[in-house]
């Protein structure tokens, strides 16, 4: 069994705290690998290097800076195999999902090529008579991310390439479940030119992300996580004087109009609710049939799709979804399974009998579950399962549909599935939820937009990613500036002798 490290001053460097986290397989259930877990000197000694590292990676022009997300973008390509191998060893996801996972975080890498056109400011000449205005960019310093396990690729990527190509030196703290991949991103960033010390990944729990809060040379903090983490890291951040961003849970609606077609719908219901175990922020967790007749179609669509969901190991190509995370998490999934059941909703597919595949007899396994006639009252309903478990919501019209989705306390993502243009723009614009999909059941946005949710998903006012991540690891420095005149007005070109 191996023992981690994490990665200080382009070194791998043991842990010296003596604390340590467990790194399962969740398909096998075995523990693989032991994370060290930093002290709050061990963190705050990684933030004293990285703040010596940064001021020549900020003075290191931004050409130059975005040559290294260059060749980081090729370096990443290059090993995706390699690191999609790995993260779906510690998390479980099926290997084409880690991919995915690897690319979409990419993706946020190549768009930070474009950091020489995305700093620069604005100029105002002539202002007043011979004053001129400009505004400039400029990093932070030292910024820092705190990250979940459900994207062990995707996420650290997101929060650590533009933080550095503004020339931000970056403590990532990533989740302790799954730490492999973030280490591996931080020997290939190495590889793709970028200074020792500029990014410094720091292993560890809370007392780490404690440390991290408090630091006081840290400037910025990007997390993503559940909701509670998220409004304890929001508010300690801010009243530190830092700035911070946080992402946290979802409990995503998909409307489905009686106009839609079914069949689409299903498909994309049961990929967007099931794909990755369900544990994806953007899960579509809620299915909202409007009108009973949509309602009876749709479940009958989802039945044996749901039953024939494969769940089974990363590697085998059959698989649709894989294990979840640990076994707390399945005996969590579990629990709320029961709860709705003692309150009354329909499990028109009962995943609890699920034998686990062949040879892997102690994963952390969770089958398809569907449930029909859930209520806003109900746990299922109210929390965040983050497993294979779709709830059906009946609506009886569009109108109480809306009503659900905009008086849940999570507003991440939503979609509507739709033929009519006019219910799917009012939709669009009325909704409170911060990413809106229109027969599009994940509307993940893409690197050049940006990412965040509403209401009890998102805290702080910059999203994720995009023009916003450029704007949330700068600040605006604003220079008003007139020059007296000088040698034009009559100076004198002779060379003459003091007076
Ligand atoms: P989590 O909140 O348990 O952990 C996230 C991070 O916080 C980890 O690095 C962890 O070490 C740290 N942490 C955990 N407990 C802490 C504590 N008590 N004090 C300080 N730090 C602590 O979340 P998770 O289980 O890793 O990830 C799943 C959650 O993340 C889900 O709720 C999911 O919806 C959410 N998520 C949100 C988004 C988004 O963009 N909104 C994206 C991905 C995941």
Redesign the pocket.
Known sequence: MADLTHWIDGKHVQGKSGRFADVFNPATGEVQARVPLASKAELDAAVASAAAAQPAWAATNPQRRARVMMEFVRLLNRDMDKLAEALSKEHGKTFPDAKGDVQRGLEVIEFCIGAPQLLKGDFTDGAGPGIDMYSMRQPLGVAAG??????PAM?PLWKMGPALACGNAFIL?????DPSVPLMLAELAQEAGLPDGVLQVVN???EA??AILDNETIQAIG????????Q??YGRGCSNGKRVQC????KNHMIVMPDADIDQAADALVGAGYGAAG???MAISVAVPVGKETADRLIEALVPRVERLRVGPWNDESSDYGPVVTAAARENIMRLVQSGIDAGAKLVVDGRDMKAPQGYDQGFWVGPHLFDDVTPDMEIYRK?I?GPVLSTVRAGSYDEALKLAMDHEYG?GTAIFTRDGDAARDFAARVNVGMIGINVPIPVPLAYHT???WKK??FGDLN?HGPDAFRFYTRTKTVTSRWPSGIKEGGEFNFKAME
């Not at 705190?146 to 994207?151: A, E, G, L, M, Y």
């Not at 992402?247 to 979802?250: L, P």
């Open positions: 705190i990250t979940p396990f459900n994207f996420i703290k990533p989740s302790e479940r560890g729990d809370k992300v404690d997390f993503v996580g559940s909701t509670p983490i998220a304890y890291i992402f946290g849970g979802a544990e994806r922020c965040e983050f991440n990412f965040g949710g998903s998102g994720q």
